[in-house]
């Protein structure tokens, strides 16, 4: 169980973090080497199985337990008129997980992943972030808290993801803190705002911006005053993740700009996650790049409710077959040019 008197004890176990294990990335390397295929053939696929050893702790690695975590949670920013979806959506399409009419009940299914959703006090909204912090200290350690607990030391593999009217904004915000430019650099169309919209979204982040200046330095500050529940349960969650040896696909704009704060305390906080896509949302690609993560795949989506995640399970999974089930040269008694 997570404890987090404070934010910094939770600072604290963000810089202290386990190194993976470097031998079992070692023993699939070696393996990789010798199957029969010109070395580097398979590209990104003859990486990430060595990723996944490495923080699993196991050559080689397995996925025989992937889940999925999408956090819900609602925004006091909604109010401004930032997103072309009233905030009760939130609440509505948590019925639908349940009910499994949602993009992501299909996906998870198709890559044999178990799907939980976990609303965050629906019912009571972060604070309009222009006016106040979104959370105070507490309500945002109560919200880590919540991932981090979520997170079952036993999965092989953990896709992390949100649903949240308004939670695009509360993203490009935090993005902006972190890495600096407005809102015109990191606000994008999000649902579907139209240009009117998308010109109110970039001046609410900026105004945002302005009001919290004294906290821009502190990342998980940062967090606190401009993300959500669900963007803190997103980094609690990996968090929790990397100190219990489980490796990430993160999703969208939001999942990654969720996790980001943890890459500013500390450079190598996101070794053991992975992107799943870039989504079309404008900042994702420019916030990737920023992070220094390459995403898995690159299909326009921009859904959220890990969805991108949830289908770059199936790239993993090819990879692991190509490593587990290919013969090595000597095996086939195929000649080995090097």
Not at 19 to 41: F, H, I, M, N, Q
Not at 193 to 207: P, S, Y
Request: glycine share 10%; net charge negative; charged share 15%.
């Amino acid at each position: 169980m997570s404890k987090f008197a404070s934010i910094a004890s939770l600072r604290a176990a963000c810089l202290d973090l386990p190194s993976g294990y470097g031998t079992s990335a070692e023993e699939v390397a070696r393996r990789e080497a010798s199957l029969t295929k010109p070395p580097g053939s398979l590209g990104r696929l003859e990486d990430v199985v060595p990723w996944l050893a490495r923080w699993q702790g196991r050559a080689p690695p397995r996925l025989d337990n992937v889940e999925v975590l999408v956090f819900a949670g609602s925004h006091g920013v909604a109010v401004q008129g930032v997103s072309a979806y009233p905030a009760e959506v939130t609440a509505q399409m948590v019925k639908n997980f349940a009910a499994g009419g949602a993009a992501i009940n299909q996906l998870a299914r198709v890559a044999q992943a178990s799907l939980r959703v976990i609303p965050l006090s629906l019912d009571e909204p972060t604070a309009d972030f222009t006016l106040a912090p979104a959370m105070d200290e507490q309500a945002f350690l109560a919200a880590v808290a919540s991932g981090y607990d979520a997170v079952s030391p036993h999965a092989d593999l953990l896709c992390l993801g949100e649903m949240g009217i308004s939670n695009t904004t509360a993203a490009a915000a935090m993005a902006a803190a972190l890495f600096g430019g407005g809102g015109k650099r990191w606000a994008g169309h999000g649902t579907g705002v139209d240009t009117h919209g998308l010109a109110r979204k970039q001046a609410v982040i900026d105004k945002a911006l302005a009001h919290h200046a004294d906290v821009l330095g502190d990342p998980l500050a940062i967090a606190a005053a401009l993300g959500g529940r669900e963007l803190a349960a997103i980094l609690g969650a990996t968090l929790a993740a990397r100190r219990q040896g489980v490796p990430v696909l993160l999703d969208g704009f939001v999942s990654t700009a969720a996790a980001a704060p943890l890459k500013k305390l500390n450079a190598d906080a996101l070794d053991h996650a992975l992107a799943g896509h870039v989504s079309a949302e404008a900042g994702h690609r420019l916030l990737l790049a920023e992070l220094g993560i390459a995403p898995l795949l690159d299909l326009g989506m921009r859904l959220g409710e890990a969805s991108g995640a949830a289908l770059a399970v199936l790239v993993l999974r090819a990879a692991l077959a190509c490593h587990t089930g290919m013969a090595t040269f000597a095996e086939a008694e195929v000649s080995d040019s090097r």
